[in-house]
């Protein structure tokens, strides 16, 4: 967390105005051309797995579950 503190300065003051951040948001990019659904599903299944989680080896077999 330290480093992107120590990091952030240096990029954001480069960048042109507030908008130009607004329009190419990494993220944005990478959720605009998936269906909602799939985001939605995405966001939930690990969390309803983590609920059956009763040992470390299950985090394993969930986590090949979900990629």
């Known amino acids: ?8 300065p240096s990029i954001l003051i480069s960048l042109p105005d507030i ?3 607004k329009k190419h948001n990494p993220f944005n ?3 605009s051309y998936a ?7 995405s966001l939930l299944l ?3 797995c983590s609920f059956k989680v009763k040992k470390i080896g299950d ?3 969930f986590a090949a579950y979900i990629f």
Do not use: H
């Open 1 to 8: 967390m330290l480093f992107v503190i120590l990091i952030s």
């Open 19 to 21: 908008d130009f951040i």
């Open 29 to 31: 990019d990478q959720t």
């Open 35 to 41: 269906p909602k659904i799939l985001i939605v599903v």
């Open 46 to 48: 690990p969390f309803l």
């Open 59 to 61: 985090i394993f077999r």
